[in-house]
């Protein structure tokens, strides 16, 4: 058993690192801000103890894990620092403990999350499998013979990772704060690539995804080329219905819960990790049906005669898949998008390409820019967004009485700050 103290305990990676190292049979503690966070909730059953910032309760033989938001001047650090104790950046972590099972890496720049429960949800109902997932849920089992994990691509902390399988979901142009343009993010997934162990796992008819110079490959998708491939998709109100066609041979027919074309990309991808570690399809196929979903992705409730989509999208790709899956879904029911633009670095560089994408809904409602403490104020407010598109409104945290008007409509509240206390303050005034 080891000691181990993680400064910024509830963050998302963090407190699903935390969840993992428990489950383990190791001894942790950790601090954070005093707010109440979700993430918090599990820890706290779990008996790990929370400190506040400065609680100095970090002894020489623990090993002190830094979450990536802070920096290391953070009064915590520099105390772990003082009294000898290690201290590793979470990434490194992470990288140290995946090394010690055969690891699977999810990434892309979206569908990360989904795809790392998914793939964890199947594997674990077949063989001991730890997880670690960006919603705040981590699982961890000592004989464990896979670590599902997520590798988010921002300040390129996934090289990091020397993962055996490696799945690619999508690239595009995302964290503009880091990233200069697409190209550079390519140059990063590239590196990870260059890491993988066994094999990389990658959508085929991505445009960004086909520049990159991997040989040990298995690509996947809708389209003929693909070595794993959809056909005679079938998408209902109940779910999708699809064949697959592994190596020019059929494979199994795949029924699911699932809404959207990612959702089928997504399922690919986990259904050509079971192929390649050799899984019965039948198996996979039944697990595939009862996964019931991540944290804050289109987790859905009903309230009176309308439908509460919360989701966590917020970049225009994401925003559009998140609204063609309710518009399956729901395809009589008016569609109304309430949107959290997520920095003013996003906000000021994909401005037009939100605006596209939210003009799929039949009503439109912005919220204010959530800011984020990694970058300064900007002169962009959404004030500017909304005088180009005399249709959307904005929509205040008071004034959220006015979605009433929609009746039997499906509200979907998207966003990575948070956007869900509109959703909260909604559902309490109602």
Not at 58 to 81: L, Q, R, T, W
Not at 150 to 165: G, K, N, S, T
């Amino acid at each position: 058993m080891k000691k181990y103290y993680l400064v910024g305990i509830k963050g998302a990676g963090m407190s699903a690192l935390a969840n993992v190292l428990h489950d383990m049979g190791h001894a942790l503690a950790g601090s954070d801000i005093k707010e109440m966070l979700f993430t918090q909730i599990e820890l706290e059953a779990k008996g790990i103890v929370l400190h506040p910032w400065g609680a100095k309760r970090i002894e020489p033989d623990m090993e002190v894990i830094v979450g990536n938001a802070f920096s290391d001047d953070h009064e915590d650090v520099c105390y772990a620092k003082a009294v000898g104790a290690r201290v590793v950046r979470y990434h490194e972590f992470l990288g140290e403990l995946a090394s010690q099972f055969v690891s699977i890496a999810v990434s892309g720049t979206h569908g990360k999350t989904t795809t790392t429960g998914l793939l964890a949800h199947v594997l674990r109902l077949s063989q001991p499998t730890s997880y670690l997932i960006g919603d705040g849920t981590g699982k961890g089992v000592e004989t464990s013979r896979y670590f599902v994990f997520e590798a988010c691509e921002y300040r390129r902390h996934f090289l990091a990772y020397h993962p055996d399988y490696l799945i690619v979901t999508n690239i595009e142009h995302d964290h503009p704060d880091y990233f200069k343009d697409v190209d550079d993010v390519l140059s990063a997934f590239q590196g990870i690539a260059d890491q993988c162990r066994k094999k990389v796992i990658m959508w085929g008819d991505d445009a960004q995804i086909k520049k990159l110079n991997v040989t040990n490959c298995l690509t996947y998708g809708f389209l003929d080329h693909n070595d794993v491939k959809a056909k005679n998709v079938m998408k209902e109100t109940e779910g999708t219905t699809f064949d697959v066609i592994i190596e020019g041979q059929y494979y199994h027919t795949f029924k699911t819960p699932f809404f959207g074309d990612h959702m089928v990309l997504n399922s690919l991808s986990v259904i050509a990790v079971c192929y390649l570690e050799g899984m019965d399809p039948k198996a996979v196929g039944k697990d595939l049906s009862l996964f019931m979903g991540v944290k804050r992705r289109f987790s859905q409730r009903e309230v009176g005669a309308q439908i509460l989509i919360d989701d966590y999208a917020h970049h225009p790709t994401e925003i559009e898949v998140t609204l063609k899956a309710a518009r399956q879904k729901f395809p009589t029911r008016p569609l109304i998008a309430i949107f959290q633009p997520h920095t003013f670095s996003r906000t000021t560089t994909f401005a037009t390409q939100f605006a596209d994408a939210l003009k799929l809904a039949d009503h439109v409602y912005l919220t204010e820019i959530f800011g984020s403490a990694r970058e300064k104020a900007s002169d962009i407010d959404i004030q500017m967004i909304l005088d180009d598109h005399d249709a959307f409104k904005l929509l205040r945290l008071p004034e959220v009485g006015q979605l009433k008007q929609h009746e039997k409509g499906v509200l979907v509240f998207m966003g990575a700050g948070d956007i869900e206390k509109y959703e909260y303050a909604y559902m309490n005034m109602l």
